[in-house]
């Protein structure tokens, strides 16, 4: 933090860490650089998104060995915003690009994690190409639309996984490209199932 007096850190969202963030916020006396937002609704996580120049993300295995599956849906949107990304080989993140738009490390090297977060800080002049690199992949395959034409295209489709409904970034992405009435129809007649990884398509012969 001393070598980086201008960084400071917001924190969004909650869990039942916050009290031990608090106290090592409080005994490095980092109070005036580390902000814990606590839970945000969409809007401001985006103004947040907006407003951030990094974003760092590490994601790692539980203890009980869930991974959540796929690529966290946080770290997509910050790549559709043009952020530089610092995160962790973890499931599928450097399947979205994640490689190009920032610095991966292994997951529970720590002592990695930090060299990478101090190397984007102490060299900020590729953030813009890293962030323009990243919205690139997320646009070549993580819209509502890319995912609709991959449906069409696919024979003998039998039913569709996506994200849990309109409230979630995929759902938000089909109202934003009026495809919901699609995805209505194509309901009617095939299975849908609703989860946090992504779109998964599932072929008849499965």
């Not at 499931?91 to 738009?101: N, W």
């Not at 609709?148 to 409230?167: C, D, F, H, K, T």
């Not at 759902?171 to 095939?190: I, N, P």
Request: aromatic share 6%; proline share 6%.
């Amino acid at each position: 933090a001393a070598d980086f007096p201008q960084a400071h850190l917001r924190i969004l969202g909650d869990g039942p860490q916050r009290t031990e963030v608090e106290s090592t916020v409080r005994r490095h006396g980092l109070g005036d650089r580390v902000v814990l937002e606590g839970y945000v609704d969409y809007a401001r996580h985006l103004a947040a998104l907006g407003a951030a120049q990094l974003y760092l993300a590490p994601s790692r295995t539980a203890p009980d060995g869930d991974t959540e599956g796929g690529a966290p849906v946080a770290l997509i949107e910050a790549q559709a915003s043009g952020l530089p990304i610092v995160s962790t080989r973890h499931a599928d993140i450097p399947e979205i690009g994640a490689a190009v738009a920032g610095l991966l490390s292994p997951e529970f090297d720590d002592a990695a994690l930090a060299a990478n977060l101090r190397s984007m800080l102490a060299h900020p002049e590729p953030w813009p190409a890293m962030g323009r690199a990243g919205r690139r992949q997320v646009e070549s395959g993580f819209t509502a639309a890319t995912q609709v034409r991959l449906a069409e295209q696919l024979n003998g489709l039998s039913g569709l996984i996506i994200p849990g409904g309109e409230s979630t970034t995929i759902g938000k992405l089909a109202v934003a490209f009026s495809l919901m009435e699609a995805l209505r129809e194509f309901g009617q007649q095939h299975a849908i199932w609703g989860t946090c990884a992504g779109a998964i398509f599932l072929s008849s012969d499965i």
